[in-house]
Every structure is written in structure tokens, then in C-alpha cells.
């Protein structure tokens, strides 16, 4: 493919990109014309665009920017856009508001790069080159989960993080809330879930082994309040991105029962908020308390996150503790199950049940691909094959395979590579070669693949920076495939993202150099365990 113009290398790539002659000055004078419908754009424009330029971009009927809601442009779907640039004047169509929020992130990267860091002081002018693009994404669900129940993140961190998806034309924010090691959503009707669940002490252990300490020995604590989250849902939303939140259960529920261990399969134990990473295997009972607090827990969730979808969790649940009680062996009984470990399936049926009850999707991670209950979307990421058996029982699949989308693995070996989860390195070319579903399969089996996201543990990524080192340029690489589909150019994405780093350290992104050291081959090493 030819190389891309410095100032047309955008990431992810357009569908169609035709460059033009000539260049479309903005200055003081440059006006927006906003049509009905197109309001929303209107705003960010001013806000994202005006704020990088430092010009006014006042409203006008005749500006010379126009953004236009047009109902008929069908083919371009919900996202998409058509934008035309031209010396005399910026067009900027779609046939919904969200398509016309992703041409104005577009529009920004069409800016020279140090527009981004707050522009130039005393620059009356800026240039954007002529072109004509229409884009479509290839996928509707295209994501980043960040784990902040691991190591809690400033709230004001999270909105960075959204503005940086939304650059990328990601559109959904999955949010890690919950897990043995935290939880950090305060529940009104169960008020100790953050005055005990979101503390952690200083561990006690020593360290296991020479790739770093498997526990946190150092005391943390941090919570969000639910004003807070719902700004947050605001601030996404005029992004177009969606929040979604994670409650983990049955499993990954150390913190919960640390606050409240009547919960738990024996009550009469203290627990502590774990202090290890790995999978712990204290979960809740099955007793009707539970699903009493499961549903309230839920339904605070639901009031602050509007998502369609809701994340449940589901995945890592060691069922040794039912198997050893006489009362959840009872419960398996009294519901006809065959055993204790059946147990799990049916604690997630009530819980989505509850969900679909509501208008809710219920979303949960699969090992197999084959153990939810039918209703819920399912998030798969042990094997690929798991999303096909996932598709094949008609569910709706998210794929994220773990080795292409967790991003807490290092990057390459290098041994100056921050400490990062165990396991062989997954490179950016990796990446980019992820395909959440390939040509090969049927095409009715290929539309239930909403499609992927990435995912940052936070185990060993503490802080901002160390989570924008792992995630960058390798999110780029994943928001380029998933709104490209399968027009996978890895040569062409290189070149491209050699000039789009300029936009990251216009932004202040930490991330891995290009031509750092080579990483090795990823496939190596076994499939780790989701923390």
C-alpha cells in the first residue's frame, strides 16, 4: 500500500481517505455552522478543537464549518461519518450523533500535532490538509478495561483515560470495580463495602519468586463516590463512549466479605481484604441472603451506570468451599443440581435474571465459552477457539483473547521493561494481528461477534504512568484493527504510527518507543490465570 502523508496518517485508518489539493485554514474568523441534530458535535468541537487551537469557533449560519445530522446516510450506520475538507470550507456528515463525534476526534487528528498539547501561544492560524474520508468501523464493541480494584486510580486519571480512548474512536470504558483486593463503588445499603472493602494492609508474606513480589505489601486504600462515577458516565458520553461496570461474583469477592462475612459460606470467620494477586478461593454462599444483597448491590449500579450491559464477572470461581459446605451442598439439592460445582451456573442465571429483568444485558468472562447462561453476552479470553464455541450456542461474544489484548504483559523482553504480569511478552504486532472473528468462520456466526477491548490489570501497573507505558502505542495497534476490521496492514500501521506518536507526546503519553529493542516471539509460555 503507498505510504501515508505525515498529515493524513491517521489512527485507526479511515475506510477511504482521498486526498485533496490545497489546505483549509483555521483562524478567529472560522465560524460553525451547526444543524439540528448536530449540537452535541457542535460542543465538543468548541471544546476538544477550540480548546487545542485557541480560537473561538463561534456559531454562524454561514460558517464556514458545517456539521450536519443527515437520517439518510444509512450506510454509514451509527459511528460512521463522511467528512469532506476542502480550502473554502470543512463538511462534516452523519447519519447519527455519535458518527459525528468520531469525525470531530478526525478533525483533531487532522491538526498539526502540537495543537494538542494547548497549541502554540500567539498562533492566529492553523492548517488542516484537504481530503475527503468516509469511515465505518468494522466492529460495534471496541474497548479498554482498566482494573482499578487492583491499585484504585484518581477519578480525574479515569476521564484522561476516556479522553485518550475516545481518540481513538474507542467506545466503551469497562470498568474493573470490584475483586478480592478491593472494591471501590460505594453501595449506599451496604455502607462498609468501602469503609472496609476498599482498604487493604501491608501484607504480610514475603515474595515468591524473582519476577516480583505475588502479593502487595504495601497498605492501600481509595474509593469513588457515586457522583464522581456519574460525572464520569457524563464525561464518556459526550466522548461517545459508554461505561461499563464490573461487580465481580460469585468469585473474586474477598473484599465483600471482608466487610461483610455473613455473606460468605462461613460467617462466623474474619476475613481480611486479600493482599495476594492470583485466584482466591473464598466466595460467596448461596443462601438467600446473598442474592438479597447481590440485587440491592446491582441496582445502585444500574442508577449510576446506564450501560446496556452490565458486567457480573463469573470467571475464577473455585467451587471447594461449596463443595465442603453442608449448606450449599443442601442448596444444589433443594434446586436439583448434581452437584455443588453446578452451583455456579445457576448463581449467575438468578443474578443476569435479574438483570434482564431490568432491561440489563448481563455480561460475564468465559473460560470455555459454553458455561453462561444463555442470556448473557459473553466475554471471552482464555483461547480463541472458546469465542467460536461461544458463537456456535448463539451467545453475543466479545473476544479477547489474553494473548492480544492484555496489555499488562510486558511488551517485548527487554529487561528494562517495567515489571509486568508473568508470562511471555505480547508485542504490538500481536496486537494488530488480532482478529475477533476471522473470515473463515460463517457469516451468521461472524455478526454475534460484537467485537473486542483490551485490558489492563493493574496488579503491577500502580500508577498513571505505568498504566499509559503498557497500554501505548499497543491500544493504538488494537483500535486500529477493531474499527479496521480486517484490513490489516501492518507495515502501513507502522509507518502511520510513527507520525501519530507525535500526538502522544503532544498529549504527554508515556509509552514504548518504536525502535526500542525487538521483543521475541509472544507465542512461548502457558496461558496465564486472570488475576
Not at 18 to 45: H, I, K, M, N, Q
Not at 122 to 131: K, M, N, Q, R
Amino acid at each position: 500500500m503507498p505510504v501515508p502523508r505525515p498529515d493524513l496518517s491517521l489512527v485507526p485508518r479511515p475506510s477511504r481517505v482521498s486526498p485533496r489539493p490545497g489546505r483549509f485554514v483555521l483562524d478567529r474568523d472560522t465560524a460553525v455552522r451547526t444543524l439540528p441534530g448536530a449540537e452535541p458535535a457542535a460542543d465538543l468541537l468548541r471544546t476538544l478543537v477550540g480548546r487545542d487551537t485557541r480560537l473561538p469557533l463561534h456559531p454562524s449560519s454561514d460558517g464556514r464549518i458545517v456539521l450536519a445530522l443527515d437520517p439518510e446516510l444509512e450506510g454509514l450506520g451509527d459511528e460512521g461519518y463522511g467528512l469532506t475538507v476542502s480550502p473554502q470550507a470543512l463538511l462534516l456528515r452523519a447519519a447519527g450523533p455519535t458518527g459525528l463525534l468520531r469525525g470531530v476526534q478526525t478533525i483533531r487528528q487532522l491538526l498539526p500535532p502540537e495543537a494538542l498539547s494547548g497549541g502554540v501561544p500567539g498562533a492566529d492560524t492553523w492548517e488542516l490538509p484537504c481530503v475527503e474520508i468516509s469511515d465505518v468501523p468494522a466492529y460495534p464493541w471496541r474497548g479498554a478495561m482498566l482494573d482499578v480494584a487492583r491499585h484504585f486510580q484518581p477519578v480525574e486519571y479515569l476521564h484522561r483515560y476516556v479522553d485518550l480512548m475516545a481518540l481513538h474512536k474507542l467506545n466503551t470504558l469497562h470498568l474493573h470495580l470490584t475483586d478480592d483486593q478491593g472494591w471501590r463503588m460505594p453501595v449506599d445499603a451496604y455502607p462498609r463495602l468501602t469503609g472496609v472493602g476498599a482498604r487493604r494492609a501491608r501484607s504480610q508474606a514475603g515474595p515468591t519468586g524473582p519476577d516480583g513480589a505475588r502479593f502487595d505489601a504495601v497498605p492501600h486504600s481509595g474509593s469513588y463516590t457515586k457522583e464522581e462515577l456519574r460525572a464520569l458516565v457524563r464525561h464518556a458520553a459526550s466522548l461517545g463512549v459508554e461505561v461499563v461496570p464490573e461487580i465481580e461474583m460469585p468469585g473474586h469477592a474477598r473484599a465483600a466479605l471482608a466487610a461483610y462475612p455473613e455473606l460468605g459460606n462461613d460467617p462466623s470467620r474474619e476475613l481480611d481484604v486479600w493482599t495476594h494477586w492470583g485466584v482466591c478461593d473464598t466466595v460467596f454462599g448461596v443462601h438467600e441472603e446473598v442474592f438479597d444483597f447481590c440485587r440491592a448491590v446491582l441496582d445502585e449500579v444500574m442508577d449510576v451506570f446506564p450501560s446496556r450491559h452490565i458486567h457480573i464477572g463469573g470467571d475464577e470461581c473455585p467451587t471447594t468451599e461449596w463443595e465442603r459446605s453442608p449448606a450449599a451442598q443442601a442448596r444444589a439439592s433443594a434446586e436439583g443440581l448434581p452437584d455443588a460445582r453446578a452451583l455456579h451456573g445457576w448463581f449467575l442465571g438468578r443474578v443476569g435474571a435479574h438483570l434482564v429483568e431490568r432491561g440489563r444485558v448481563p455480561l460475564g468472562w468465559a473460560v470455555t465459552g459454553s458455561e453462561l447462561p444463555l442470556d448473557f453476552t459473553v466475554m471471552t479470553w482464555h483461547e480463541p477457539i472458546h469465542a467460536r464455541a461461544a458463537v456456535e450456542r448463539g451467545h453475543r461474544v466479545v473476544a479477547a483473547h489474553h494473548r492480544a489484548t492484555y496489555l499488562d504483559y510486558a511488551q517485548s523482553g527487554d529487561p528494562g521493561e517495567p515489571v509486568a504480569q508473568p508470562g511471555a511478552p505480547v508485542p504490538l504486532r500481536t496486537v494488530h494481528d488480532h482478529e475477533p472473528a476471522p473470515a473463515a468462520w460463517p457469516e451468521e456466526q461472524r455478526a454475534l461477534v460484537l467485537g473486542t477491548q483490551a485490558h489492563v490489570w493493574t496488579e503491577y501497573a500502580r500508577t498513571p504512568d505505568e498504566i499509559e507505558y503498557l497500554s501505548y502505542p499497543r491500544l493504538c495497534a488494537l483500535a486500529d484493527r477493531s474499527w479496521s476490521g480486517g484490513r490489516g496492514d501492518w507495515p502501513g500501521f507502522v509507518e502511520r504510527l510513527r507520525h501519530h506518536t507525535a500526538r502522544l507526546d503532544a498529549l504527554g503519553v508515556p509509552y514504548r518507543p518504536l525502535d526500542a529493542r525487538p521483543s521475541p516471539a509472544a507465542s512461548a509460555g502457558t496461558a496465564r490465570i486472570r488475576p
